[in-house]
């Protein structure tokens, strides 16, 4: 019975012991609440030091300056970015007296996960809440929080972004955005269609992690955020910089560098030129050059071309590198240009063409045949029509 008793008192002491511990690493008013667990896990992370101590009083709202030093400390911002972001949130949102609305937070946060200052609404983006409106100053970080399921379940339908946020709430989102996983270097390799990618971290000794891109993923670039760009024939190319939030091996969120095209061609005719130097003889090599295609042989001219459209070079832009005839490449990049351009703006090419030549004349020109057409094709006319 001894031994009975003593291993009974042994486990009842153990029982003692973590609850104690528990009770100890943890608010005494969040036991049982719907956001406990992320409470917890950034109470371990040591975030709510110096804002609250015994309790955590869930339902109450959250002042400017909490929130402020919230996200300062799940993101390691330095006192100047803290202030920054302060500055800019006012720039962007009137503040609520009362404390810190959904809207405000997300904005902050969706500033932080990689939006910066960028607020304007892309095309073909569609609001996920029917109280939140494109005009609406905040609405790309309440999108941003949605589509990288950041969000508590409540708020699903309406966001109510001019409601306080509750301490709990904001513990939820921020403990979900802090368990994405951030990534960034180059791409290394492109698989299968373009969903399947390994990056290759910027320390040197890591080595490449897979990741999927989903139909979800978005896409953000200065001035630039889409969803889905690998259905739209915008994939990654190997060796271009990114970086990336992800869940579980999968891609939410891909943030490109600046002018990434660019650097993406460039990289890709630079590993396409040392891996032809792997395989070609220095004779070829000085024929490529020059541009002896007789020496270098059709073979080799045939698969260097196929090298540069497999990295995402047009085929007749490849043609024209392989010919060296650099004033036709820079024609079909200025044809690009204006076609993308074009495209994103709504606008027909002719506008965007002149505009780069500067044709003042023309642009107002097409300005005014775009307008009219509009108006001519527009809902209201068509009403005035009708009656």
């Known amino acids: 019975m001894r031994p009975a008793k003593l291993t009974a008192f042994i486990v009842f002491i153990l029982l003692c012991t973590m609850t104690s511990a528990a009770a100890l690493a943890a608010f005494a008013d969040i036991q049982g609440i719907w956001a406990e667990g992320a409470i917890t896990a950034l109470e371990e992370k040591g975030l709510f030091a110096g804002l609250w101590e015994e309790e955590f009083a869930p339902s109450s709202s959250l002042s400017h300056a909490e929130a402020l030093q919230l996200l300062a400390g799940g993101f390691d911002l330095p006192e100047e970015g803290k202030e920054e972001l302060a500055q800019w949130l006012n720039q962007l949102l009137v503040a609520h ?49 949605q589509r990288l399921a950041l969000l508590p379940t409540h708020m699903v339908g309406r966001f109510e972004p001019y409601r306080l946020i509750t301490r709990a709430e904001a513990a939820y989102i921020l403990d979900q955005a802090l368990r994405l996983t951030q990534v960034s270097g180059a791409v290394e390799e492109v698989q299968g269609d373009g969903r399947q990618i390994v990056l290759k971290p910027e320390e040197e000794a890591a080595e490449g992690i ?36 992800a869940r579980d091996s999968q891609a939410l969120l891909v943030r490109l560098e600046e002018n990434a095209r660019l650097q993406a061609l460039l990289q890709g005719l630079n590993k396409a030129t040392q891996t032809l130097a792997e395989i070609l003889t220095p004779a070829q090599i000085n024929a490529l050059i020059t541009g002896d295609w007789e020496q270098l042989g059709e073979e080799v001219r045939y698969e260097l071309y196929q090298e540069l459209v497999d990295r995402g070079v047009a085929p007749w832009e490849a043609e024209a590198a392989i010919n060296q005839d650099w004033s036709s490449l820079q024609l079909m990049l200025r044809e690009r240009l204006t076609l993308e351009t074009a495209e994103y703006l709504a606008v027909a090419p002719e506008l965007i063409s002149a505009a780069l030549d500067q044709n003042w004349s023309k642009v107002l020109e097409y300005a005014q045949v775009e307008l009219a057409q509009r108006l001519l094709t527009s809902e209201w006319l068509q009403n005035i029509m009708d009656n």
């Open 97 to 145: 007296p009362e404390g810190v609305t959904r809207g405000e937070f997300a904005a902050l946060l969706g500033n932080l996960l990689g939006l910066g200052e960028h607020t304007e609404v892309p095309k073909g983006f569609y609001p996920s809440f029917s109280d939140v409106n494109l005009d609406y100053p905040g609405f790309l970080g309440i999108e941003l929080l």
């Open 210 to 245: 897979a990741l999927t891109l989903l139909a979800e993923t978005l896409y953000l670039s200065p001035g630039s955020l889409v969803k889905d760009a690998v259905s739209k024939g915008e994939k990654l190319s190997p060796g271009q910089h990114v970086v990336i939030l």
